[in-house]
């Protein structure tokens, strides 16, 4: 029907235009952006649960480079162990050396001179073998790493002596407490004393009884917390391949949920143009219909 009052059907037009206009504008977005939700008006479920997975994905890369920092740590520790336990060795051997009768009491000396650089050195890489600040030799406290996402998810990587347990890292060359360096020896490292006229490291100038087997002990001693140290970079490897293995499936989780299939949105986008052309088309055939009623009227008027 051919009318001056096409309001209503303009209207239609109008809000039709708005609302495929509204769609192009997601789609273009879902387009530039690679994602489904861009707004939380997209998907408000959607939006909360990406944000969750997001959290715990950065949590857990956050997590493996917190265990990098770990496993530097342990293999720092390990190796100034490692520096410890071939000085004990030196050690023992000059004390063979020195249990020899044939000796003089100079050559005592020139020995136990070397037993007490070897021992000075051994303390003063307890003293300065840190990591960032950190004694790794004597701590005070266990040292622990966040290797976890979450609250509670963290590692101990080196911890303090243990003086119940006999575990723990505490290289102390005056201790023979359990945990340390000495445990159950029966004398501390700084005072060893060959029987020369040179005192020990300490200045003990009484010959150590029957010195090898607790030199022996204090080897296998490093050699238990170097074990200790092992196990807990063991750990820290397994809980980095957990992690990275968990944050893929997190990742793939989000990928599907959050991230626009593009074939989709193209496809979309395509319809959305096509309808928005025919869309303005029909308004442009609203206006003629119009312009045509009011050529009829001011027609019939002037005749």
Known sequence: MLSVNSGDAASFLVSAMNSTNSSLVKNLQSLATGSRINRAGNDIAGKNIVQGLITQSRGYSQANENIGDGISMLDTSDAALGSIQEDLQRVRELTVQGQNGTLSSQEKDAIQNEINSRVENINNISKNSTFNGINLLKPSSDISVQSGANYGEQTTVIKAADTVNDTGVNI??????????GANSSF??????IGGSLGSYSGNTIATASPLSSLDQMIDNVSRMRSELGASRNSL???MDYNDNYNTSLQAAKSQIGDANIGSVISRLMSDRTALQMQAKAFGMVNNSQQTAFNL??????R
């Open 172 to 181: 102390d060359v005056a201790a023979t407490t359990v945990g340390s360096l």
């Open 297 to 302: 009227i001011s027609g019939t008027g002037g």
């Open 237 to 239: 490897d397994s809980t």
């Open 188 to 193: 501390a490292l700084s005072d060893l004393n």
